[in-house]
């Protein structure tokens, strides 16, 4: 992922989202796209979710799924 984290972190597209947020990087991810979970403080909520974070490598795009809550690992 560019930048060491394909935009998912605060400045990314779980910025907005998230606070305090990780990203554990997949090292190969696919042939097509990189692959991360991200990790953080639900902003406004409590606890901790998890959400799946997706660089498409051709096209430069950054896509997010829904923040899963409870996933304090």
């Known amino acids: 992922m560019p930048a060491g984290d394909g935009g998912c972190l605060p400045c990314g597209a779980t910025g907005r ?7 554990g990087l997949d090292p190969f991810g696919s ?3 990189d692959l991360a979970l991200v990790q953080g403080k639900p902003k406004g909520g409590q606890g901790r979710a998890t959400m799946i974070c997706v660089y498409d490598k051709a096209g430069g795009k950054v896509e997010v799924g829904s923040a899963i809550d409870g996933t304090d690992n």
């Open 31 to 33: 042939p097509s796209y």
């Open 17 to 23: 989202l998230l606070e305090d947020a990780t990203a």
